[in-house]
């Protein structure tokens, strides 16, 4: 049985689907704050291998209501998504981001120790790089992240080492680059409010009542002046994380890898692409940077093949068109 904290949120969803394509039965432990409970109902309508045995809706920085779910479960591994991950949130209220990612992590790790639950895929993210000495930036580029947000992920990258170094207790941490799409088959989707993030954004900016598309600086120092990032789809990203899981119960040692294609796209050719899929010419408001946008973010993904055995297929016009299909059902 596999304990998914976060598992009715955009990325937990996603990933609740493959676990249980790959046979694997699920816990999805979710305080619904971010994460909906219509998605939990759509995931325990699916057929597949494995099934979502429970449900239990509970908030990590409440001890008590964690250690129940071990109580009431016999958990083999955990993959832990719950957690905030706005930047520009995380550097206006960092007690929020440090309470709930740092203090709820401690707290799942404290009941995973104390029930012999030994295995652990972390989801991090790139933001623990900060800003790229160089690009692509493999997992031996140094981590100096440059906001609350990926501070507190770092910082529970580090707690796990020592957890390892003293207790045994091994991590996988899947440093995520910008995660895009959904489900190619539209069971579950991205649902974040406010959203913030560029590809469901654009999108929406096309329906009827949707907000003028903003595109955050054009005087960067790339190709086109927009920002470059490396878009990972969501169904690739997700696979990684059982490749992850198999590892870790062949008895794999405690890692860390990037999950990305190698490759960049600038705004404005996420914006192009958006147009040509969606048919429609997209009305667009040039505004000045946001704060916190290194120019360039692309990872060197080799670590994950080569030692994961994870091969991502899907390009960005596949995960801009399932989140075409997905907003329109909106
Ligand atoms: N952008 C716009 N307009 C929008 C939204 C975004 O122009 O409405 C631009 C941003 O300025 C940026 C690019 O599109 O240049 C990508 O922005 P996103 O918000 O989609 O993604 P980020 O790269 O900012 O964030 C991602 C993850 C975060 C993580 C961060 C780490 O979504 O969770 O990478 O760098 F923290």
Redesign the pocket.
């Known amino acids: 049985m596999i304990l998914v904290t976060g598992g009715a949120g955009y990325i937990g969803s996603h990933n609740v689907i493959t676990l249980m394509e790959s046979g694997y039965d699920v816990v999805i432990f979710d305080n619904l704050e971010l994460g909906h409970i219509e998605t939990v109902e759509a995931l325990r309508k699916i057929d597949a291998k494995g099934k979502v045995v429970d449900f239990i809706k509970g908030d990590l920085q409440n001890y008590n209501e964690i250690c129940d779910v071990f109580k009431k479960h016999k958990i083999d591994s955990v993959i832990h998504f719950a957690a905030y991950?706005?930047?520009a949130e995380s550097v206006k209220n960092p007690q929020k981001y440090y309470f709930n990612n740092v203090f709820g992590t401690l707290n799942l790790l404290k009941a995973m120790l104390s029930f012999d639950v030994k295995k652990i895929v972390f989801s991090s993210?790139?933001?623990t790089?900060g800003e790229p000495d160089y690009v692509p930036i493999d997992e031996n580029h140094p981590q100096v992240p440059i906001?609350t947000?990926?501070k507190t992920?770092l910082m529970i990258e580090n707690i796990m080492d020592d957890y390892d170094k003293a207790y045994g207790l091994k991590s996988v941490r899947l440093r995520?680059?910008?995660?895009?799409g959904v489900d190619s088959k539209i069971r579950v989707g991205e649902w974040h409010e406010p959203?913030?993030?560029?590809?469901?954004?654009?999108l929406k900016s096309t329906f009827s009542g949707g907000k003028t598309?903003?595109?955050?600086?054009t005087d960067?120092p790339t190709k086109d002046g927009?920002?470059?990032?490396d878009y990972i789809n969501i169904e690739d990203l997700a696979n990684a994380h059982v490749l992850a899981l198999k590892y870790l119960e062949n008895g794999g040692v405690t890692s860390f890898f990037n999950l990305g294609t190698n490759e960049g796209n600038s705004?404005k050719e996420?914006?192009t692409t958006c147009e040509k899929i969606t048919g429609k010419q997209i009305p667009v408001d040039i505004?000045g940077?946001?704060e916190?946008?290194?120019a360039i973010?692309i990872a060197d993904n080799k670590k994950a093949k080569e030692v994961l055995g994870w091969n991502p297929e899907k390009s960005l016009e596949e995960s801009i068109l399932s989140a075409y299909n997905w907003e329109k059902t909106l």
């Open positions: 991950s706005q930047v993210t790139a933001a790089y906001n947000y990926g992920k995520y680059f910008n995660v895009a959203e913030t993030h560029l590809i469901p954004n654009i598309f903003q595109m955050f600086g960067y927009t920002c470059v990032r705004v996420v914006f505004k940077r946001r916190g946008d290194p973010l």
